[in-house]
């Protein structure tokens, strides 16, 4: 029996530029391993970095065979679960993330193993065969998530409230295709400072 009325605005003033490292810890006894994130602000979805951003985030932390998954939790065992992304809200800016569950007394050691890895990425870019293999993830993960009609439905309508264009997903693909090596290399140097890290 709502009356009808005006949709609430979703404009969200911008948070000002972080200028210095900031952390937050709070306790949970009884939720087991420590849960750690650590985040450097990023972008909005409609940027024109999005794509080599989220290239990154999935070549250093999306699946089993990604820079961060094979060298802190297979090869130092520092983590026992590491996952990479770049959530990129529409209405406000989003922030590139590494989010990892370890022991406690890992924390310290896997924070300056991870940020070594982002520093090598910085300094040395991505590999030809690393950047490919992340396009073929963003592919595939394209195909699955419109295997019903429905899904179909479901991915038309969010990229048109998200973006205005219900073809956003598919045009998203092909800019991802364009990225090249040295994109990727630009964008690590441009996000990741450790002035902005939020931990």
């Known amino acids: 029996d709502e009356e009808p009325g005006r949709v609430p605005s979703r404009v969200i003033e911008a948070e000002p530029p972080v200028l210095a490292p900031r952390t937050v810890v709070a306790t949970f006894p009884k939720l087991g391993q420590a849960k750690l994130q650590l985040a450097f602000p990023s972008i909005r979805l409609d940027h024109p970095d999005l794509y080599a951003l989220d290239l990154l985030a999935t070549i250093l932390g999306d699946g089993e065979s990604s ?43 896997a924070t300056d193993a991870t940020l070594g890895i982002l520093e090598q990425v910085i300094q040395q870019g ?57 994109q990727v290399q630009e964008v690590a140097r441009k996000y990741f400072k450790r002035e902005a890290l939020l931990t």
């Open 67 to 109: 820079m961060l998954v094979e060298e802190l939790r297979d090869k130092r065992r520092l983590v026992t679960a590491v996952y990479a992304g770049n959530p990129t809200p529409d209405f406000v800016e989003g922030s590139f993330q590494v989010q990892m569950e370890l022991a406690p007394d890992r924390i310290a050691a």
């Open 126 to 182: 991505v590999s030809e065969d690393r950047l490919k293999r992340a396009k073929v993830q963003v592919r595939a993960w394209q195909v699955k998530s419109v295997q019903t009609a429905e899904a179909m439905a479901g991915a038309l309508a969010r990229d048109f409230m998200n973006t205005g264009d219900p073809h956003f997903t598919d045009r998203y693909v092909k800019r991802i295709e364009q990225v090249t090596a040295k």
